[in-house]
């Protein structure tokens, strides 16, 4: 019998070869097939006359675009020779005469080179030969020629044209390629010669990642690297200008999630956590780290609209002149302007006398001191509707109805009687839960008081850090309120003296948006200098992409990001990141 036909042996690195490599490349005259995907290679041919820093970054970000930048250094004495040449040849083209436009551009020529060989003689300069590669990429032919030409048109917008590479896409590919290859082909049409400062400006690490150097894990970027979060460092250490954190997404996202991952790692480093809760999320996590957890939505815990918080003066407040209860009434008529929207001005100023006189019926001064007063002895909202119950006319009748159910009805659970003791934990969570089905007008309107009582427990003490999370803070909206989020707003200027960190949680960024409340609703979400972007919907997409500045590339990737995944800003940094969490913090977040 024959013997069997002897096997080569594998070549070295084949299967790891195999792994990666498509299964074939096929090359046309103007596009090439990536096996799974359509292909087409570009070549930048132009470039404008001056750029800015980042010059070639937004091109860097279009969606499925690779960008490569080649750079051979140039011996100067040899540029300086060519360059003059070039100046005198153009200089003689130009007293010849010609079209107006054709002697504006070689006027342009001639600036261009005179600023060059400034830079190699005055500067000392390296020059470099530049060439750069375009890879567009889609799953199809026809999203890849949307996708051509939208990169031909951002950069024609920065005065650069691409034309493709025909019957060089081979060639082109290996210069876009990660091999560090400039093949010889390509070094006559697309390459220009650039100074070194020119070229360090093209990519100005738009797309870096993010690490302080101390702070939080938040998780990873797209290269592995950590992302290192730090939002309580001073300015000039972190770059950032506030330590506030906006987390925005939509339902599912992992907006919570990460908030409770943030609140867990800044809990473990001392920092003491206050966070309203309108939707049960936090109240396990409250539990494992044995926080106080206070049901403020009818649960029998109240939070008295009508009592003002012990605070300690301070010479440098804003309001130092204003007594301590006639602030907090202003924040008493906001809440019932929430409660109560359909307020004709008459019953909203006899509202006002109630309130006023309800501190004298309690014999507190507007001007005392409300440290020490027992919460007993502080006035309520069931003593607001008695008042009116007692006055003749029917204004006044009209407010004792629309006070009833506040007073003695289904919300008296909420503010008739005395408040909660004040807790003293690292971790507070005030609950609203319970009100999920209640009318919008006291979703909000108990919103606007938690926050107040949030807002108190913040300002006890300038010494510790602390951290403030606003979820679901949408329901602060009110168009016929405003000044809802005006309070919000106004905490988040104000917070930095008290060593806090401001953090909004929303679905709905378009509410804040909405011509009656812009003013008072972009600040919130846009002043803080961290911002958290997880998916979006296709109708959010334009208003947080303008709100942002996010480029096509951004919008692409949060439209389809993944669970836990997103956008993070920080300052001037941006990266994109993969949120992780030990199974040790997941028990403590889940069970």
């Known amino acids: 019998m024959p013997k069997p036909a002897k096997q080569a042996a594998p070549t070295p690195g084949a299967a790891l070869r195999n792994a990666f490599a498509p ?19 570009y070549a930048v041919t132009d470039f404008p006359p001056a750029v800015d820093a980042g010059w070639l970054a937004t091109a860097a970000n279009l969606e499925g675009v690779t960008l490569s930048v080649h750079a051979l250094p140039t011996d100067p004495t040899q540029i300086t020779l060519a360059m003059s040449r070039a100046i005198s040849l153009l ?15 070689m006027e342009q020529q001639i600036q261009d080179a005179q600023a060059l060989l400034r830079k190699i003689d005055q500067e000392q300069q390296s020059v470099f030969t530049v060439g750069v590669f ?7 032919e026809a999203t890849g020629l949307r996708r051509c030409k939208r990169l031909e048109g951002t950069l024609a917008a920065a005065s650069m044209r691409a034309r493709p590479l025909a019957f060089k896409q081979e060639d082109g590919l290996k210069a876009v390629g990660p091999w560090g290859i400039f093949p010889t082909s390509l070094r006559g049409g697309a390459p220009f010669q ?11 690490f738009s797309s870096g990642g993010i690490n302080h150097g101390h702070g939080i894990v938040l998780g990873h970027d797209t290269s592995g690297g950590l992302v290192l979060l730090d939002t309580f460092a001073p300015p000039q250490d972190a770059g950032i200008a506030n330590q506030h954190v906006t987390v925005l997404a939509t339902p599912g996202a992992g907006k919570s999630h990460a908030m409770k991952l943030l609140i867990l790692r800044l809990w473990a480093m001392g920092v003491r956590v206050v966070i309203i809760d309108p939707e049960r999320e936090y109240r396990h996590l409250c539990r494992e780290l044995h926080g106080a957890w206070v049901n403020a939505g009818g649960g029998g815990q109240r939070i008295n609209l009508l009592q003002a ?51 004298d019926e309690a014999d507190i001064a507007l001007d005392a001191d409300p440290t020490g007063i027992a919460p007993e002895r502080w006035p309520h909202v069931g003593m607001l509707h008695a008042y009116a119950l007692r006055q003749a006319g029917a204004d006044w009748q009209g407010l004792a109805a629309l006070l009833e159910d506040a007073a003695i ?36 309107a108990q919103y606007a008081n938690v926050l107040g009582f949030a807002w108190d427990l913040i300002r006890q003490d300038r010494g510790e850090r602390k951290m403030l999370v606003v979820d679901e803070a949408w329901m602060l909206v009110d168009p016929n309120v405003p000044q809802a989020l005006g309070f919000l707003k106004r905490m988040s200027k104000r917070a930095r003296k008290y060593g806090c960190s401001v953090n909004v949680v929303t679905q709905n960024a378009v509410d804040f948006l909405a011509p009656e409340v812009a003013r008072e609703g972009e600040p919130v979400l846009a002043n803080a200098s961290t911002k958290l972007l997880l998916r979006q919907e296709a109708k959010d997409l334009p208003t947080v992409s303008a709100l942002f500045q996010l ?19 920080a300052g001037n940094h941006r990266a994109w990141v993969r949120i992780d969490t030990a199974p040790h913090e997941t028990a403590l977040m889940y069970g």
Do not use: C, K
């Not at 130009?94 to 002697?103: D, E, H, R, T």
């Open 23 to 41: 299964e074939a490349l096929r090359f046309d005259r103007r596009a090439v097939d990536l096996g799974s995907e359509w292909g087409r290679l």
């Open 134 to 140: 375009a890879l567009v990429t889609a799953p199809d």
């Open 91 to 105: 200089a003689g083209q130009l007293a010849q005469g010609g079209s107006a436009l054709a002697q504006q551009r």
């Open 551 to 569: 480029s096509e590339a951004e919008q692409e990737r949060l439209r389809s990001a993944r669970v836990g995944e997103g956008l993070l800003i």
């Open 194 to 204: 650039l100074p070194a400062e020119t070229l360090a400006a093209a990519f100005p």
């Open 409 to 444: 009805g289904t919300d008296a659970g909420l503010w008739a009687g005395p408040s909660v003791a004040m807790p003293d934990a690292d971790l507070v969570v005030l609950d609203i839960h319970d009100l999920e089905n209640a009318p919008e007008n006291v979703q909000r």
């Open 309 to 359: 918080p012990p605070l300690p003066r301070e010479e440098d407040e804003e309001d130092a002149n204003v007594s301590a209860i006639a602030q907090h009434i202003q924040r008493v008529r906001l809440v019932l302007d929430l409660y109560l929207p359909g307020l004709t001005e008459m019953q909203r100023a006899l509202l006002a006398r109630a309130i006023r006189t309800v501190y």
